[in-house]
């Protein structure tokens, strides 16, 4: 035998800026991160939310302005405008557009793609510029409060296949993410209540403190007060850039997927509610809602937490708003959910579970029984 042993390590580095009103011409951030890659005119294909262009309808000339003011720099394409929401996942009409569009225009690995939407919008153009030419340079361009907080900072992206969420997908960092707080009042309520979830979330898990203060703070948040809204994806934010960058994982080969806590059941219920005619717009961040909910009544249920933190974390949800019960739980199937999660994973079950507030620890084994149990004890807040 010959061996060689390869090897090699990369860094990664990319910022994340918060701003308001990204595209008014005195506004420098997209300039300098263009002008960071070399002072020369950098060919820049804009992606953009329906939509956000529907609610923002002065977008386009925004951009034509932008692109005049600073053509030393920018030279914009024609953006091209794709089905917001989940349907740009569950279809791929707009990634096979995307690539007769970049290979046309000759969109190379020395061009940008700027995508401006909502999560699902990031993850599908993400997906897509990730795959053309082996990886088009990306600016991501979050719209919203998940977007923001979660879906546009990460190193993730997918696009679903057969019904199965995320089914395709790489691991890529962007070039760059500017987070304009200024697309977020156009959100609806539901899609700005539903990005806090991931921020209950990763307090619950890494941050006790930050979870004290959503508690106090649920009533602003359910008001959607912007300075509460706004500290809220900030925090959010870092605490993910913060477990990406000191994990150890950052591209997730364990089995251990603590940002995934209540996501098991979550992806599950939206799978479900997305194949079903009466309840098919279950948004990814109530489910997680849910899917917290379910694991903190399991970790209560085997005396991981007291019922008193069980109570603070059910009653936090409910302040800012969540409901805690959809009716795709009734056709959850605890086994089965848990071992298609098993098979994301590959092989070994993995599943996030609250010790106390701002701790986690990862389990290998699940009592379906109990599991179902708590499944029946969610159908208590039906309202
Ligand atoms: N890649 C990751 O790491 C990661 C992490 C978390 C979630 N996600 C994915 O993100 C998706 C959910 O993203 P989301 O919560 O942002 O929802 P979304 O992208 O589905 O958007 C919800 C709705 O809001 C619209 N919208 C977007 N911005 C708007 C604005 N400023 N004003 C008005 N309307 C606007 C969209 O067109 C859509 O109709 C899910 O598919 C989820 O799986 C990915
Ligand atoms: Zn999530």
């Given at each position: 035998m010959h061996l060689i042993q390869q090897q090699f390590s990369v860094s990664y580095e990319f910022p994340v800026c918060f701003t308001r009103d990204?595209?008014?011409?005195?506004?420098m951030a997209l300039r300098d991160i263009l002008a960071g890659a070399g002072e020369f005119t950098h060919k820049v294909q804009p992606v953009i939310d329906s939509q956000v262009l529907a609610d923002h309808p002065d977008l386009l000339d925004k951009l034509e302005l932008y692109g005049n003011v600073h053509g030393d720099i920018i030279a914009f394409e024609d953006p091209f405008i794709v089905r917001g929401g989940e349907v740009c996942k569950n279809d791929p009409a707009e990634v096979e557009e995307f690539f007769r569009l970049t290979q046309d225009r000759k969109i190379c690995r020395h061009s940008f793609v700027l995508v401006i939407g909502g999560g699902s919008v990031i993850d599908a153009v993400g997906y897509a510029a990730a795959v053309s030419h082996r990886g088009i340079r990306l600016i991501r361009m979050p719209t919203t409060v998940l977007g923001q907080n979660d879906a546009g900072i990460g190193v993730k992206n997918a696009i679903n296949f057969r019904n199965r969420k995320n089914y395709l997908g790489t691991f890529a960092t962007p070039f760059a993410v500017i987070n304009d707080?200024?697309?977020?009042?156009?959100?609806s309520e539901r899609d700005r209540r539903a990005g806090m979830a991931e921020a209950v979330k990763i307090a619950l898990i890494r941050d006790g403190e930050f979870f004290n203060w959503l508690e106090q703070n649920a009533q602003q948040l359910a008001a959607f007060e912007e300075a509460a809204v706004e500290k809220l994806i900030i925090r959010c934010a870092e605490l993910h850039l913060r477990h990406i960058a000191t994990s150890g994982d950052p591209f997730e080969r364990?089995?251990?997927?603590?940002?995934?806590?209540?996501?098991w059941s979550a992806h599950q219920l939206e799978e479900i509610s997305h194949a079903s005619a009466d309840h098919k717009d279950l948004r990814h961040g109530e489910a997680v809602a849910i899917g917290i909910a379910l694991d903190c009544h399991y970790a209560h249920a085997v005396n991981l937490i007291n019922a008193e933190t069980l109570a603070r974390i059910i009653t936090c949800l409910q302040g800012i708003g969540?409901?805690?019960?959809?009716?795709?739980l009734d056709q959850l199937d605890v086994g089965r959910a848990l071992a298609s999660f098993r098979e994301h994973l590959g092989g070994e079950l993995c599943i996030t579970l609250l010790t106390s507030v701002g701790r986690a620890r990862e389990m290998n084994e699940i009592n379906v029984e109990i599991m179902s149990n708590c499944v029946e004890q969610l159908r208590a807040y039906k309202k």
């Open positions: 990204a595209l008014a011409p005195e506004n707080f200024d697309f977020l009042p156009s959100l364990g089995s251990a997927r603590p940002l995934d806590f209540g996501h969540f409901q805690l019960y959809h009716p795709a």
